[in-house]
């Protein structure tokens, strides 16, 4: 039979790539544009080439923001992956508990970002806030808006409050679709529960929870609301993490051209880091 | 290794069971000879998961006790019972090679290193894996993966009972025999007490020596394949094992006299009155068709040829029964049956009832 080729079905597609090129391309490419030139403004602009580029790479302002990304995100995922996958564990597998425990986990993924900031906001306040108050009560001197170390504490405590639910509910699935018989085998195996989660369930978990670091990789790397309405970025800078100094940078300082050089290097590294982090998995997929 | 006892067994998904009917496993004493082959026959909800979940220990029972050898074990857990279960669907460790999943049992039982390399190396072969013993046990064929998982249970020689769910299920056709072969090899190589549940009467019969045939919770025979086909104790054996089934047909038995389709057929043995449900059972293949009218009339629906043999579909008083006929018998066109009475049994409310000689 003659399969007929009708390239008329690529019209089809014609929307869709429409819609694409307004929403992403056009906008990135406007960055990509600003990164390059240079404005004293009147739509005057000079070409500057890979000036704005260098001068962010080589600025210890931005190697800060850069570090601290890095040590919150490293944090957040330490915390939230292990955490979740041992809630998901703890679980009951079926029944009216279940759901209860369903529902209740997916409670923080339905606030809206900045709820969950002003929350944070007001619940950690030293003078007023449960958190805030209760800590300082009990002799530990804690002050999110004064200590660097307090506010630090207090972005990744209401990070982990907002997304280990998220693994949690990724993992539990993961754990729902093992057969019982697997469970059985290792019981006759005399398998340890040790044995159990390292050769069973872990396996089994392994695509959704690559699933799982992939999203809290993204998200907390991109992170900016939340942090921004707790502590916007201080005390100092002690919690300016990449997002909100590119904000400042552009918004704040009207820097256009090192905000945009800015933007491109933040993306690049975020697909880079995924798709490194997806060619690894998946690598030893095939082996 | 060990015989298994079955003592006054029997269990009920609901916790305060009321009548017989609350019961998936009506109550059975039993003995499992060590180093038997047994196969659990009959159709799915019959209870033969439910009595082999109870013998791994997956289940504690409502009632009774198990016993191996001289040991109450009703209340251990399946890893303190020493027995191995195959299930329907295999179960391999994925990220462990096929060498490391038969070790598996062996390393959580702390076995030194030395015996486990042996052992593993040992069942490497007598399970033809040789070539695959050092590659990811994913990815295997279903065979292979059920290969394996029988090899997990067998590499520990003291196991006091291999026990089997419906293993071959999900294996192809053709592939289905040689692991059965291979099951029968490794039993005679071994000697573990072996416990098959099928649902597949021809695997029960080609694997076991001795066949439980279960039937809506109730064991209604043990016996040698020869015993369920020459004599089934109940009606439901009679037509579940043997292919056709066994025609079983309303009668009405005055002492040693048979009344059916207004003919009577003398028997070898006088009964007792019996009252209620009686029924007359006899397989297709003693049945002969008659030209010239000696026998019970019957009409004829449909007839298989087989090659080897025939198989008449017919309805006698409106109700089916057939008859296997050798190649190339002549079908008459206005048949009528004639029985062996010597291989007709009589059925009392579905159970055999034996006459006196």
Redesign the interface.
Known sequence: MNKVQNNKAWFMVLPVLVIVALNAVVPLMTVVNYSVQDTFGNNVFFFEGTRWFSEVLASERFHGALGRQFSLTATILAIEIPLGVAIALAMPRSGFWASVCLVLMALPLLIPWNVVGAMWNIYALPDIGLLGYGLNWLGISYDYTQQPLAAWFTVILMDVWHWTSLVVLLAYAGLQSIDENYYRAAQIDGASRWAVFRYIQLPKMKHVLTIAILLRFMDSFMIYTEPFVLTGGGPGNSTTVLSIDLVKAALGEFNLGIASAMSIIYFLMTLLVCWLFYTITMQGEKS | MAQITLDKLAHSYFPNPQGEADFALKEIDYVWEDGGAYALLGPSGCGKTTLLNII?G?LVPSRGRILFGEEDVTQY???QRN???V???P?I????TVAQNLA??LV??KVPRDEIDKRVADMIKVLDLGDKANRKAQGLTADEKQKI?LG??LVRYDVNAILFDEPLTVIDPHLKWQLRTKLKELHHEFGHTMIYVTHDQTEALTFADKVVVMYEGEVVQIGTPEELFDEPAHTFVGYFIGSPGMNVVPCSVAGDRLQLGGQEIALPRRYAPLEGQVEMGVRPEFVKLSANGEGIPVSISTVEDIGRFKIVRALLEGRSFNAVLPEGAEIPAEASAVIDPTRIGIYHDSHLVRGEA
């Open positions: 791994s997956l857990a399946p890893e027995i191995a279960q299930f329907q669907f179960v460790y994925d990220t462990m598996f049992p959580n039982r998982s997990r249970g």
